[in-house]
């Protein structure tokens, strides 16, 4: 949840990755120590309740430089460092809210993601409020869990921090577990659904790999496209030479979830002008 940064440019699609699907390995994978509790989809609304927590008690930048992984990536706006930029950076002078309305686990119960609304609301009563969506990749190591990957988009409040569901919709598996294929093939594959190839524009190649039950996140539109109509609507409204420039990624170590980032433009000679995610 980008706070300080609400008017940059985000495109989040959450689904199931196709690339990351095997059919032919047996199902389950390494889990999590067997003195620990499994991990659940549940355990991601847990988390991002404890992270919330923190801004709450001790202030956003406290709470984020607690919650960020060594190696996390967070969006200021483009993809940077997370540790350092908000080493650098003062603190959000402002109560910063966010909940969860969707997450999931993999099988293997060691990495996962959650986006939801969040709402920003200043301390000086003269400056306005704002609202947007987060999006936050989770990873544990050894005992401990932290954010890899933190980024959003805001608008001014039209209602969705006050309309937004108390019952986050949790994970379904859609994916069997496999051996994950290196993280660089989800990298590969945006690029297989950037700019114009042999005529056919971004819009379709990118439809045929949304899942069934995909979301798409695009600004203003912090409640999503969620239905085919509703997708297909958004998908029209980007170019048709929209480029991506990928940046990163990673998977789970049972194959079945896994995301990519990079930075986006409206077509390949244009400036890099907005930063997408793929799960």
Known sequence: ??????????????????????????????????????????????????????????GVKAAFLEYLGEESIVLQPGPVRGRAAWTARNDVQ???????????????????????????????????????????IWQKTGDDWRVQFDGGFGRAPAGAWDSRSREPLLGSHACESGDPVPPGELQLLDLEISGVIGGEPHQDRIGRRLAATA??????????????????????ALPATLQYWPMGAAIARSGDLGYSYGLSASAPGASADAAYVHV
């Not at 059919?23 to 992270?51: C, K, N």
């Not at 959650?114 to 969506?133: C, F, K, M, N, Y």
């Open 215 to 236: 979301a798409l996140f695009h600004p203003p539109a912090i409640e999503g496209a969620l239905d085919p109509a509703a997708r297909s609507a958004a998908l029209a």
């Open 1 to 58: 949840m980008q706070a300080a940064f609400r008017n940059q440019l985000a495109l989040a699609v959450v689904a199931c990755a196709a690339a990351a699907c095997s059919r032919e390995s047996a199902p389950g994978g390494a889990g999590p120590p067997a003195a620990l509790p499994p991990a659940t989809h549940a355990t991601l609304i847990e988390l991002e309740a404890g992270f919330a927590a923190a801004a709450r008690e001790r």
């Open 94 to 136: 402002a109560m910063l809210e966010w909940l969860p309305d969707r997450a999931q686990m993999s099988r293997s119960g060691e990495f996962g993601f959650s986006t939801g609304p969040w709402l920003l609301t200043p301390e000086d009563a003269a400056v306005d409020q704002a609202e947007g969506r987060y999006l936050s």
